[in-house]
Nanobody, 120 residues
Framework: QVQLVESGGGLVQAGGSLRLSCAASGSIFSFNVMGWYRQIPGKQREFVAQMSSGGGTNYADSVKGRFTISRDNTKNTVALQMNSLKPEDTAVYYC??????????????WGKGTLVTVSS
């Protein structure tokens, strides 16, 4: 089992910045991927960004150039620096973790979510 705790959400004006953080604890497999998804009420959860324990990153097209993901493997933490925020970035952001080895994806674990609200 892996537990994820997010922090850093809040209210910000369009064009502003926020930083989300997530700490993982429990049975942490060395080879893993940590990332962020977001969900607007009534819509499906969507991928935002992820980073592997080896340093590889992936971003949704909608956030490329504005969001930056980083992680500290020694502390099992991941952060999402969000700049140039837009009202359409408003959502509940969820931290995600899964073990990964030989292209096999393990069980997904999720945090409880943190609300990001961007006002126009």
């Amino acid at each position: 089992q892996v537990q994820l705790v997010e922090s850093g959400g809040g209210l910000v004006q369009a064009g502003g910045s926020l930083r989300l953080s997530c700490a993982a604890s429990g049975s942490i497999f060395s080879f893993n991927v940590m990332g962020w998804y977001r969900q607007i009420p009534g819509k499906q959860r969507e991928f935002v960004a992820q980073m592997s324990s080896g340093g590889g990153t992936n971003y949704a097209d909608s956030v490329k150039g504005r969001f930056t993901i980083s992680r500290d493997n020694t502390k099992n933490t991941v952060a999402l620096q969000m700049n140039s925020l837009k009202p359409e970035d408003t959502a509940v952001y969820y931290c995600n973790f899964y073990a990964s080895a030989s292209s096999i994806r393990g069980t997904d674990y999720w945090g409880k979510g943190t609300l990001v609200t961007v006002s126009s």
